[in-house]
């Protein structure tokens, strides 16, 4: 996103006119309602008919039915009952047409909504976890929010009010123009000069309607991370300071707010004084034409100029002008859904996770002879399948849960590398555990064996399989995680156990939370296992969030376990329970711990020891000690994890 200051009002901003690509995109999403777009096009056209039609009629009330009576002695009042009932039929049908038409937008632009945001929310699953990193949660919830009502009312109100103007501008025009053509080109020509002097300001607003959609999506994200972090707000006294930094981002908004809005809402006086200027000239000019009996041209012939026409004629006038008003007010509102509308369509060509894997996991059956087969039914057994080779079958590699990362670099952007030539070796069913002061790169490990990231140079292979070859998917659906920063969602304690494995009986959940020892809490709890958690688990301890984490590892039995600090957030005393649930979670399974309590890496097979992301300790818990170096010294006090 891009941070350009908003001008102070009055200042340079570049000019904005109308994305067409934009705009064309929006119009994809509109073919779904041909028909309700016909049928609106039809209403507004009705409507814009009506308009001039009893401006029009006003002419042969006033010549035909009002003067006539004024001359009577005893007038009959039966044509003017019956012209007044014509023109309120008139009117009548253009109110429905208007009405049939306003409600037809708004069912049109809710279900347009509805597709937007149900693609922005497929795309962004897909998004890779380097997108996350690069824009705060509030900035992506204000596309979701803020940039789709503009777009709703792009749809909704700017769209079809100004075909509106449009159709109405033309029905004027040509009314007028059959009755009076000089006065229609007077009016055209003033109309004109003024506004080639407005053309200029309207050109210059879209630029600050963009910044405004900048400022607000800025503003989100910093109101976001500060309801987030209330807590750590209060304990370090922080709140002017946050007060402040809220200011100077609500400063920026309201600039950029202020001089869009501001610009845009002048626009509606200077056409009303337009109006008023051009309706007054009219007046003298064509009363001057009335009373000099001067020769009057329409599209209908020569006629003199009437009591009746001058009025029709006038009230042409206001009806020219205020559609030229609202097309420009529209414009803007339309320049601002766009702006928006290209925030929107920015994050959906965000380029998706890449993903070239042909290697799939699929369930499977060992066979007597060792061969294996694969089987549609669970079968507590899987396999990696590997597709047709040239003139080959398919083949398949039994899920062991061997991991090996051979001369591994890495770096989260190209000119700093992070990891630096990582080689390990974790067999089938063992617990491998990372050491190191916090960013050593001990995660980073992690987040590449899920592929959350690819290597810049070396091998990671699983049970001898380049992980670039297996489908990512069915990568992470072998690797079962727990990480620091629990993650719970609105629904039953059940539904979040069952998160690990979206299939899974009650019964299997029930057994993965007594593996995590979770399920003494958790039916201490006022509906057990069907309490309904909100607000990421709020009403939980901080522990008791974990072992539901844990519980929801468990319920996936997966080959592979990675437990990224998964009990630094529990006290001691629940530690020990979770640490007896961990070991036989971890049983079988090959098991990568990263771990600032080094109690809890005792008995791993290997232990690692990082440093700026490079291993330079390797060993068992004794050798290490033995060694008496790095991790000695952690051990026994004589330095600590940073």
């Known amino acids: 996103m891009s941070q350009k200051k908003t001008p102070p009002m009055g200042g340079k901003m570049p000019e904005r006119k109308i994305d067409k690509d934009t705009l064309r995109r929006i119009f994809v999403y509109l073919k779904d309602y041909r028909g309700q777009m016909i049928l609106i096009g039809v209403c507004i056209l009705i409507n814009a008919v009506a308009g001039a039609a009893s401006s029009l009629f006003l ?62 929310f497929s795309r962004m699953q897909w998004l890779p976890v380097s997108f996350f ?3 705060t949660h509030g900035e992506i919830m204000s596309l979701y929010t803020n940039d789709t009502d503009t777009l709703r009312q792009l749809i909704a109100q700017a769209m079809p009010q100004m075909l509106s103007s449009v159709m109405s501008l033309a029905a004027v025009f040509v009314s007028m123009l059959s009755l009076s053509i000089p006065l229609t080109l007077m009016v ?189 039914e669970a079968t507590g057994h899987w396999a990696w399948r590997h597709p047709h080779q040239a003139g080959g079958d398919v083949t398949y590699t039994e899920l062991k849960g061997a991991i090996t990362m051979d001369h591994v670099d890495f770096g989260y952007v190209p000119e700093k590398t992070v990891l630096h030539d990582i080689t390990l070796y974790a067999n089938p069913g063992q617990k491998i555990a990372f050491v190191g002061a916090t960013g050593a790169g001990k995660t980073t490990i992690t987040n590449l064996i899920n592929r959350f990231y690819d290597i810049d140079d070396g091998k990671v292979r699983y049970d001898g399989i380049n992980i670039n070859k297996i489908r990512k998917a069915d990568l992470r659906r072998s690797l079962g995680i727990v990480l620091q920063d629990v993650n719970l969602f609105t629904g039953t304690v059940m539904e979040n156990i069952r998160y690990g494995k979206p299939d899974a009986t009650d019964e299997e959940c029930i057994e993965a939370a007594k593996l995590a020892n979770a399920d003494g809490f958790i039916r201490m709890l006022p509906e057990g296992y069907q309490t ?34 998964a009990t630094s957030s529990i006290d001691t005393r629940t530690e020990a329970l979770v640490q007896n649930g961990m070991d036989r979670l971890m049983q079988g399974r090959t098991v990568f711990v990263i771990a600032h309590r080094l109690s809890t890496v005792r008995n791993s097979d290997v232990i690692m ?28 006090g004589a330095f600590e994890l940073e």
Request: charged fraction near 20%; proline fraction near 3%.
């Open 188 to 376: 055209v020509v003033l109309v004109a000069v003024i506004m080639s002097r407005v053309a200029g300001l309207v050109g210059r607003i879209g630029g600050y309607f963009m910044e405004q959609q900048r400022t607000l999506a800025d503003l989100n994200g910093y109101v976001e991370e500060m309801v987030n972090g209330q807590k750590v707000i209060m304990v370090f006294n922080h709140e002017a300071v946050s007060e402040k930094e809220m200011a100077k981002k609500n400063l920026a908004w309201r600039d950029a707010a202020a001089n869009a809005n501001g610009y845009a809402t002048s626009i509606m006086p200077m056409m009303n004084a337009v109006g008023y200027f051009v309706y007054v000239a009219v007046a003298v000019v064509g009363g001057y034409m009335a009373i000099a009996g001067a020769p009057n041209v329409a599209l209908t012939g020569f006629h003199a100029m009437t009591v009746g026409m001058i009025a029709s004629f006038l009230t042409l006038t206001r009806n020219f002008v205020n559609p030229i008003s609202q097309l420009s007010n529209q414009f803007n509102s339309i320049v601002a859904a766009l702006a928006g509308a290209s925030r929107i369509f920015a994050f959906m060509d965000e380029q998706p996770e890449v993903d070239n894997g042909y290697v799939t996991l699929v369930n499977a059956r060992i066979r007597e002879d060792g061969t294996i087969e694969e089987s549609k």
């Open 532 to 565: 309904v958690l909100k607000g990421d688990g709020s009403g939980l301890s901080q522990g008791q969030r974990q072992l539901i984490s844990i519980a929801r590892a468990a319920v996936s039995d997966p080959p592979v376990m990675i437990l990224d600090e």
């Open 133 to 135: 990193d690069r824009h």
């Open 59 to 120: 002419q042969r009330l006033i010549d035909n039915y009002i003067v006539p009576l004024l001359g009577m002695s005893e007038p009959v009042f039966t044509g003017l009952i019956r012209a007044l009932f014509t023109i309120g039929s008139i009117y009548l049908l253009g109110v429905i047409a208007a009405f049939f038409y306003n409600r037809t937008t708004v069912t049109i632009a809710q279900g347009t909504l509805k597709k937007i945001r149900d693609e922005m």
């Open 609 to 636: 020891v990082l440093d700026h992301g490079s291993i330079i300790e390797r060993g068992t818990h004794d050798k290490l000690i033995e060694e008496k170096g790095v991790y000695y010294q952690l051990y026994t």
